[in-house]
């Protein structure tokens, strides 16, 4: 499967530093959980229907280069830990510049929301089975 997203920083996501801004990483990193959904064929159209979307509990970011106006990004996205049903998880991903520098590491945990009772819920077994095709890290976890 592919876990790559590629983009580019545009004038509205840059700060009065002329860098990226803080909170246009973590949009780069949603979009490209999105872009990993679509690639496993569980677009918007599959959870309208099912009445349930993804929820985040954590997402944490780590800074470690600046990223410019106009660079080119890429982001690789890995499930670092899930249960065997998709319903708990983690995702790591990896932003780098255009230049092949790693700028930013976007950790987040989350889980499913059924809209309609608006509480935690499980992944139907055949979502569940296409979700759990997301590239794994190196030290993937399988929780319990």
Same mark, same amino acid.
């Given at each position: 499967?592919?876990?790559?997203?590629?983009? $580019?920083?545009?004038?509205?996501?840059?700060?009065?530093?002329? $860098?990226?801004? $803080?909170?246009?990483?973590?949009?780069?990193?949603?979009?490209?959980?999105?872009?990993?959904?679509?690639?496993?064929?569980?677009? !918007?159209?599959?959870?309208? %229907?099912? *009445?349930?979307?993804?929820?985040? !509990?954590?997402?944490?970011? *780590?800074?470690?280069?600046?990223?410019?106006?106009?660079? *080119?990004?890429?982001? +690789?996205? !890995?499930?670092?830990?899930?249960?065997?049903?998709?319903?708990?998880?983690?995702?790591? $991903?990896?932003?780098?510049?255009?230049?092949?520098? %790693?700028?930013?590491?976007?950790?987040?945990?989350?889980?499913?929301?059924?809209?309609?009772?608006?509480?935690?819920?499980?992944?139907?077994?055949?979502?569940?089975?296409? !979700?759990?095709?997301?590239?794994?890290?190196?030290?993937?976890?399988? +929780?319990?």
């Amino acid at each position: 499967m592919n876990n790559e997203y590629n983009g $580019h920083v545009i004038w509205s996501q840059v700060d009065a530093n002329m $860098h990226l801004r $803080h909170s246009a990483y973590a949009d780069f990193a949603a979009q490209a959980r999105i872009s990993l959904l679509n690639e496993l064929g569980l677009d !918007f159209s599959v959870f309208q %229907k099912l *009445q349930m979307g993804p929820i985040l !509990f954590r997402e944490e970011l *780590q800074y470690l280069r600046e990223v410019g106006i106009n660079d *080119q990004i890429k982001i +690789l996205s !890995f499930l670092t830990k899930a249960k065997a049903d998709g319903a708990r998880w983690s995702i790591r $991903h990896d932003l780098y510049r255009g230049d092949g520098v %790693k700028a930013c590491i976007i950790h987040v945990d989350g889980a499913w929301l059924d809209l309609r009772k608006r509480k935690l819920t499980g992944l139907p077994e055949d979502v569940a089975t296409k !979700f759990m095709e997301v590239t794994k890290s190196e030290d993937f976890e399988l +929780l319990g």
